[in-house]
């Protein structure tokens, strides 16, 4: 009978190598997993002001050296720690790789494999990811005030003043050049050089087949490029955006996961999620090694910031109702390394969890026609 995908202790201990689109994985778990597991549960705290998730291209002045300084903190932090550690820098990786490449198994009776990608899982299993990443980082910052920021890659406005005066270095739809900076822990020499290129705007519908490899680079100038990316963002968040194809397939105990081609995956997910990943190439080009690039994080922080613009579009949008997926539970290892078991259903809620974001302007691509 279905019941909802489920991580236990016992997943974890019987984790094994896996694969994806035929690379190899190897990122299991040390097999010895002590220590009490502590269920997760949000707890709105009206008395608390929310945490808000920047957007990047809006900082500039004090507020990004502020920013950046601790961001670098933070990540050297992190780097430092040993790979016993289960807040390190490697050890996240390897829990995105385990959950990304098949390493568990669903239950003990059949060899079917968990994979949080080209599902209903992507969503919220990515939203805890990062809720944990950023707070490892506030517990090495010694700041639980410090908040991630998020890459707003489908704002493709080139200037955009907030509050009357400061204004954006450029759309979203450029990969934020302080992550270019090849004096920072949040550089990454292993990604497409093209991919930062000032006068090039990212290309959303850049196809990467793992079959096939990458394809050719456009040549498209920076206008065509954004007016065709907003057409892809108006399908991906509306037109093709229901609830089922926008969350995507349902995958409960039973159902085998399916690389290719990717039907299980929702909308933003296939486009410009998965695109953008292949456009920024190097360790962001398959999920055994994505989140190694510091980029991963405010990248993913937009795609959840997505999540809810799109609840609020209307047009009927809402997260299912079906108890195999708010009762779908995974592990993770918080701040203080304590295994913590969380389901979907707890994180639904991001004031609940104690942040929001920013509020950019969405019109360009909702009203593209
Ligand atoms: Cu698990 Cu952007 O991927």
Redesign the pocket.
Known sequence: LAAPITITRETFRACRPGSWAGIPSDCCPPKVIDGPIVDFRPKYDASKPLRVRKALQCLSGHELQTYLRKLEKGYVLMRALPDSDPRSFKRQNAI?CA??TGSFLQDGSTNLTID??LNWL?LP??RM?VYFHERILQKLLGDPEFSLHFWNFDNSVTATPRHGSRGCYKAGHFVPPMYNDPSKATFEANRSVRAFDPNRAVDYAYNFNPLLGPPAWPNNTVEEQTRMNREVMHRSMITLANTTNFIGKTYRVGDAQILIPAVGAGTI?LVP??TL?AWIGGW?LQ?IT??IDPL?YP??AN?ERLWSVWRKLGYGNDDPTDPDWLNATFLFWDENSVMRRVRVRDFLDLNALGYRYEKVNDASWIFFD
């Open positions: 995105h959950y990304g949080v990608h992507f299993w990515h990811f997910e999620h998965n990943h962001m999920p994505a989140p991963f990248f993913h795609m």
